[in-house]
């Protein structure tokens, strides 16, 4: 038994998350994304969890066997297939694909769900439903995507910030128990998480207010600070000083930029202040930070 699918898949990723995402990202998922001529896999089994989501606007046959089911389908643009672990499963696809295939490990998506999200996932959650159409999460997707793609300033935050986003939505489609803060969240789109943390990106180095942030989702301060904090990991305050804190790093790479000035930049209101966030976030000063590098 081949433990990973990249062993046998026949074309290589154009794109992998792990050769770029920082590691407390890849401890979420990792992402790969694939275009691959028309082609076939074998029929294995697997360790871990994978989320393929289609990108091809224009809809093509495949057949995959699943547990000893032969299943002969047209795969539809949003369309999402989920494999769990230990699920016996093969492929074959006729024309060019255009894929993310999102890898998540069993043990780290239970720790997620039952520590983050208060939720205890069972074996056969993930086998409830292998096929379904959802752009909320395909958009999740395609922002990871997009994430890794730019490599703009500031991207690891909003990569570890968006897979939260995708884990939170695709454990909500399995329609397990929880609160009414997760029911309230559904409304609250994979578009509207990136429409706040572009703002943050946008305007890092302002005074950035929790009623904005709020106004940028277009819901309550109240309610978005919880879903925000439920779903990120982080209160809305936290997340805007940890972006700050990675361009920070990004600034003090240059040896000539002076601290005063970077804190500045970053929406600190002097450098004692960045010195103080800096120091509690990362362990050690931005002075000893930057000599060590």
């Not at 983050?116 to 395609?142: C, H, S, W």
């Not at 946008?202 to 106004?215: M, T, Y």
Request: a negative charge; one cysteine or more.
């Amino acid at each position: 038994m081949s433990n990973k699918y990249q062993d046998i898949y026949p074309s290589e990723a154009q794109l992998r998350s792990t050769d770029i995402a920082r590691a407390a990202a890849a401890e979420l998922l990792t992402l790969e994304y694939f275009e691959a001529e028309p082609d076939e896999m074998p029929t294995q089994v697997f360790d871990q969890h994978h989320i393929l989501i289609n990108l091809k606007d224009e809809a093509h046959r495949v057949e995959n066997w699943r547990a000893g089911e032969h299943r002969d389908f047209i795969y539809h643009r949003d369309e999402i297939v989920v494999t769990p672990a230990g699920v016996e499963s093969g492929w074959r696809w006729y024309a060019k694909s255009k894929v993310i295939v999102i890898t998540l490990e069993p043990t780290r998506l239970e720790r997620f769900a039952k520590i983050e999200l208060g939720i205890l996932l069972t074996d056969v959650q993930l086998k409830n439903i292998p096929q379904f159409i959802d752009k909320d999460i395909t958009e999740a997707g395609e922002m990871l995507l997009r994430a890794l793609q730019m490599r703009l300033p500031g991207s690891d935050v909003m990569y570890e910030s968006l897979a939260r986003v995708f884990l939170v939505k695709l454990i909500q489609k399995y329609g397990l128990e929880r609160g009414d803060e997760y029911e309230f969240s559904r409304s609250f789109s994979s578009r509207h998480y990136k429409k706040v943390l572009d703002f943050v990106a946008k305007h890092f180095s302002q005074s950035i207010s929790l009623e904005q942030l709020a106004a940028e989702a277009n819901i309550s301060p109240y309610h978005f600070s919880r879903l925000f904090k439920q779903t990120i990991g982080q209160s809305p305050h936290q997340f805007v000083m940890s972006y700050r804190i990675e361009r920070s790093k990004e600034m003090l790479a240059d040896p000539g930029k002076l601290m005063i000035d970077i804190a500045l930049q970053c929406g600190f209101s002097d450098q004692a202040h960045f010195s103080r966030v800096f120091k509690q976030v990362e362990g050690v000063t931005p002075k000893a930070w930057r000599q060590s590098k």
